[in-house]
DNA sequence: CGCGCGCGTTTGCAACTGCAAGCATGTGGG
DNA sequence: CCCACATGCTTGCAGTTGCAAACGCGCGCG
């Protein structure tokens, strides 16, 4: 429902994308609070939305993760949107060093992504994907 | 390279280089404070080292001041330096709609297509890399 | 059953953030 | 001279952060 335009992802509290992350990574509370040398409690709560972490807390929840702290920035809202999706296609668009192949190659790769994604939120559990990764197509 | 691990101890230096900016603007601290949406006290701890702002007061300096929230990021040791350019890399970081396979994924074949493309205009037979995209997109 | 272990959560508290109000000093002007 | 105004700094204080300890719950094992 929610890979559209302007808007995009934005699981609106940055405590349930942590939840999230931390139920895909498969992970206790505790064994992430651990690895991100958090108090559990804390977590908890923050995971819930009753506490809003700060930058270095955040960091390192990320770094639990072993996601990118500017996602989790983005997320809480503290780093600029940049427009989300639109920006990633904007960006490859205009990057003058990759060759046009290499530019159909990466925009080919995120729309499929961004496809699978699409279909995991829906009904149909017909999760193929592997891309067409091959990389080194070109040159 | 992502989350920094080590130990960080650049207060003073984000003061530092708060009041550095703040000179070079040739803004009083009570502009930048107000400018900022920060009261003026808070401002001066801040620029002296005695405080450590949220993220969020940082994100507003670095509005005041007119500079990229980022780099003020980085500075604070909040985040650490990204390499190089990089509008594509960002973009990819900060798309929350893509896991974190996904992402990893799309960063290491940007980055390959980079190194092969480096390669091809500068004559460095050390960096015979190449292997970087290939795949191994799992997931 | 009783005990231990894991899960997520609640509670009480020290430590901190960030602000409003006030202080100290410097400058120009009527 | 005295007042107005600017600069940056110090001081109490409400509101939060983040933690240690303790709680309730479920599960497997002796």
Redesign the interface.
Known sequence: M??HTGG????SEIGD?IRD?RD?AQMSLRQLAQAAGVSNPYLSQVERGLRRP???I???I??G???????L????G?????A??E??T???A??A???ER?RA??LQ??AA??AE?AARTTPDPATR???G????T??
């Open positions: 929610w890979a995009m992802a934005r699981i994308y992350q895909q700060s930058a270095e955040l960091g390192r990320a770094q993760l072993r996601i990118s702290a500017e996602t920035y983005v997320q809480a503290i780093l600029d949107d940049r989300g999706d920006a990633v904007t960006a490859i205009a990057d060093s990759l060759t290499q190659t990466l790769i995120y992504f961004q994604n994907d592997e891309a990764a091959d990389g080194t070109d040159m």
